[in-house]
């Protein structure tokens, strides 16, 4: 029993003398990310009071365990947190805030998917990074301008049918991706 946990305690010590940069940088954009998203998410009178403290928890669990439950766990939290807001506190649905709070999910589950295959002792060009969040940041505005378009169809198909309008549009638009996707994968 002794022999495990001080076998245990030497390979922490030897894991965090080996820890590198780059995996540090990650783990704090999705801390930062994961934070900024749940404090969008909650209405300021939650914020403000103790949940402060529980909210940054849920920030951290994600950064210090990507590859686990933590990135779902922080990301379903937020989403209640967004219901909470707009059914219990009757706040009105802001565009601006439910894009960010979209942007913030993006970037803690992508940023989660990079360091869950970044060893913590990774020596990685500044480059990969860059790449990478150029890539989200493609995704990010795609999906922020076909949003604003998909909400402006359905405020010119007023009269009821503007949200039957706007979900088949957004279905015809998931499976175009979908089969632009699977074209893709046979192409390789």
Known sequence: MIGTVTERARAWRTAAGRISATPVVVRIGIFLSALV???????????????????????????????????????????????????????????????????????????????????????????????????????LLATSVLGVLLLELSSVAAGGGGWQAVTIAGLLLAVGVTALLAGLLRRR
Request: aromatic content about 10%; charged content about 10%; some cysteine.
């Open 37 to 139: 998203g749940l404090l969008l998410a909650y209405p300021a009178e939650v914020v403000a009071g103790q949940a402060l403290g529980p909210l940054v928890a849920v920030a951290v669990l994600p950064a210090l365990a990507p590859r686990r439950f933590w990135p779902t766990f922080a990301a379903l939290v937020t989403v209640v947190g967004w219901l909470l807001a707009t059914d219990g506190y009757d706040r009105p649905i802001a565009l601006w805030r439910l894009m960010a709070v979209a942007v913030a999910l993006y970037l803690t589950h992508t940023l989660c998917a990079l360091v869950a295959v970044l060893p913590y002792d990774a020596v990685v060009d500044p480059d990969v990074i860059v790449r990478w969040l150029t890539r989200a940041a493609g995704v």
